[in-house]
């Protein structure tokens, strides 16, 4: 595992940018390619359908030279609230704060545009999503279990 000091030296490595409306079709095909990786159990991902009819939907995404190694798509559900939909970290640069920076930038431009509130669904099997959601202060408000998806932890947290 990383030190601290290695662990913030390929952060800084990387830039991250983040994208309002549906990602251009390169960028949405490696999500889309980098998705299936890093969720390979979870169903197709339709970006255009979710974030193409979706208010203020925010990609907030990043890359290690041209190669996206991570991302975090969300977008308002109602008022006041933003929906974090889906995220990910390509295997081989996990454990070296990618999410947590990715998060820290979807909440800081939530808060700019004027939410307060922040909710995502997750499962057991993505403990380690889970456990960040709620390390950076989420509470499990709820379950919720779509029918030939199992059961849903829902949790949300004020911005």
Not at 45 to 68: H, I, K, Y
Not at 122 to 129: P, Q, V
Not at 148 to 159: A, F, M, P, S, T
């Amino acid at each position: 595992m990383p030190t601290d000091s290695l662990r913030s030296s390929l952060l800084a490595s990387l830039h991250f940018v983040e994208i309002l409306g549906v990602p251009e079709a390169k960028l949405a095909q490696d999500i889309l390619t980098l998705s299936a990786d890093v969720l390979p159990s979870h169903r197709a991902v339709d970006l255009e359908g979710r974030l193409g009819s979706a208010q203020s939907p925010l990609s907030v995404l990043a890359f290690a030279g041209e190669q996206l190694v991570g991302f975090k798509l969300g977008y308002s559900d109602r008022p006041g609230r933003f929906y974090s939909w889906l995220g990910g970290v390509a295997p081989d640069w996990r454990r070296q704060g990618i999410a947590r920076e990715s998060m820290a930038r979807q909440h800081a431009w939530c808060r700019a545009q004027g939410f307060t509130r922040v909710r995502t669904h997750s499962t057991n099997t993505h403990r380690a999503m889970l456990l960040l959601n709620l390390s950076w202060g989420f509470d499990v408000v709820g379950t919720v279990c779509p029918p030939g998806r199992g059961l849903r932890i829902v949790l949300e947290k004020g911005l």
